[in-house]
């Protein structure tokens, strides 16, 4: 069984978080492995344990400063590690699915893997796009958010949880499934799985980008969180305020 998993990186929540000129400072930000991933990372190793033939390979579109991400997947236990770099900047959902698509289907000519394994979303941007639409480009079944997995030796069995209940899927391969915090406990990588990563080598792909995003965003810029207080005499002069601030009268 070929199984890949696709993996990003996001600034740590602890980091602080400045902006200059409207754009993200991020001298300050530590990026890690974004959290959805290491479910799918968990889940993959997990199948790898259960079907010994099975090869996991990790794909990420990160610079080669941040290959750190990729050598965490190798720590996890996954067998190959490939960076992805484009002809152009990826910006958004739209292009980071077909950077992966392309990556993908380069490096499995033959016949796409079994299965794509996505964590649910990235913890910064949080659009939870990217999963279903590499699903649509690459022609595979597709499940999101999926929160139990149960393989037999012809279809899969899985569960993601919806409003009111959960929901009962069977799925055939080849599959594009994104996992929801839930799915397992991530492993803790030990010292030695740490160190035996570090001596893995990490495969580049390049891949060629002619479409142009649908997204483009152009500046960020703080939330305001300050909140006024007033000590007003009577409910009249609140009342009279009120009117003013949302135009009532």
Same mark, same amino acid.
């Given at each position: 069984m070929?199984?890949?998993?696709?993996?990003?990186?996001?600034?740590?929540?602890?980091?602080?978080?400045?902006?200059?000129?409207?754009?993200?400072?991020?001298?300050?930000?530590?990026?890690?492995?974004?959290?959805?991933?290491?479910?799918?990372?968990?889940?993959?190793?997990?199948?790898?344990?259960?079907?010994?033939?099975?090869?996991?390979?990790?794909? !990420?579109?990160?610079?080669?400063?941040?290959?750190?991400?990729?050598?965490?997947?190798?720590?996890?236990?996954?067998?190959?590690?490939?960076?992805?770099?484009? !002809?152009?900047?990826?910006?958004?959902?739209?292009?980071?699915?077909?950077?992966?698509?392309?990556?993908?289907?380069?490096y499995y000519p033959d016949a796409l893997p079994d299965l794509v394994f996505c964590g649910k979303q990235s913890t910064d941007f949080q659009s939870a796009q990217v999963p279903s639409m590499l699903a649509e480009m690459l022609g595979m079944a597709s499940v999101s958010g999926i929160t139990s997995l149960n393989p037999s030796l012809d279809s899969l069995r899985v569960e993601r949880e919806i409003e009111g209940g959960i929901e009962y899927i069977d799925v055939a391969c080849p599959a594009v499934l994104s996992t929801e915090k839930g799915l397992n406990e991530p492993r803790k990588t030990s010292i030695r799985a740490v160190m035996e990563a570090r001596k893995k080598s990490i495969d580049t792909l390049q891949v060629n980008l002619h479409e142009a995003p649908y997204a483009v965003m152009t500046a960020l810029q703080p939330l305001e969180r300050k909140k006024r207080c007033s000590f007003l005499p009577d409910e009249h002069e609140l009342i009279r305020l009120l009117s003013q601030e949302h135009n009532l009268f």
């Open positions: 070929n199984i890949a998993v696709c993996v990003c990186q996001v600034p740590d929540t602890a980091s602080v978080i400045g902006y200059v000129d409207g754009a993200i400072d991020y001298s300050r930000v530590n990026r890690v492995l974004n959290p959805y991933d290491e479910y799918a990372l968990e889940e993959a190793v997990r199948l790898k344990e259960r079907f010994s033939e099975s090869i996991i390979t990790v794909f !990420s579109v990160v610079s080669d400063s941040a290959a750190d991400v990729l050598r965490k997947a190798l720590a996890f236990g996954v067998d190959r590690a490939v960076r992805v770099t484009s !002809s152009e900047e990826v910006s958004d959902p739209f292009q980071t699915a077909q950077v992966l698509c392309r990556a993908i289907s380069n």
